[in-house]
């Protein structure tokens, strides 16, 4: 059985703000983020850990590092880890992304698209995301059997991780919750995945 936990990077500037860092922009730690990831880190010492995998962006690396050091580790930075790329739309607000998508997206239907060809310019859909984050996952499952890994993404990426591994559809990843510094645990046995927690964000205090 393989156990992992899911992290969310801390709270950054842009988090704070509203707007998109998606899968080119980053920002810096907000103070509030600079005190979840004390925090964070903390709630792990715990765990037996026996690797650390991240997105190589800047706010996912740095998260993954101060909980790699704490167990003695070096973070393993991987570039598939990354949030979805959303191509042209990446200097969007959320809200703005979000509403162009949505008007797109039934655009694109009415012409006769496919759902899995549907693509913001210039980027890719849930598909292309979930293959490209989920090849790295079920390697590691594979590579660490009866381990703990922590995975530090991206608010998108860990939900498409976790909706993944409860085999559901791409495009039904939406209402999971995924907070800055949030832990999700999933344990890994064969082609079973038991849900324990889901954006645990109890070691979180103001």
């Not at 739309?89 to 549907?118: C, M, N, P, Q």
Request: hydrophobic fraction near 35%; charge should be positive.
């Amino acid at each position: 059985m393989t156990k992992i936990i899911i992290v969310r990077h801390c709270e950054t500037i842009f988090n704070s703000s509203g707007k998109i860092q998606s899968y080119y922009k980053d920002s810096d730690f907000t103070e509030k983020g600079k005190k979840q990831l004390a925090q964070l880190v903390s709630r792990l010492k715990k765990e037996k850990i026996s690797a650390v995998f991240c997105s190589d962006l800047g706010r996912a690396l740095k998260t993954a590092e101060a909980i790699a050091k704490a167990h003695n580790l070096k973070s393993i930075p991987l570039k598939g880890l990354r949030e979805c790329d959303i191509g042209d739309w990446h200097d969007l607000s959320s809200k703005e992304a979000i509403a162009k998508w949505t008007v797109f997206y039934e655009a694109e239907k009415k012409k006769g698209v496919k759902r899995e060809e549907i693509r913001p310019p210039n980027g890719e859909n849930s598909f292309d995301h979930q293959k490209r984050v989920m090849d790295i996952v079920n390697k590691i499952v594979e590579d660490f059997p009866n381990e703990t890994v922590v995975i530090v993404g991206h608010s998108g990426t860990n939900k498409l991780i976790i909706s993944s591994l409860q085999n559901k559809d791409p495009d039904d990843f939406y209402n999971i919750e995924q907070s800055n510094a949030g832990i999700s645990i999933i344990e890994i046995n064969g082609k079973t995945a038991k849900i324990i927690s889901v954006n645990d964000t109890s070691h979180i205090t103001d």
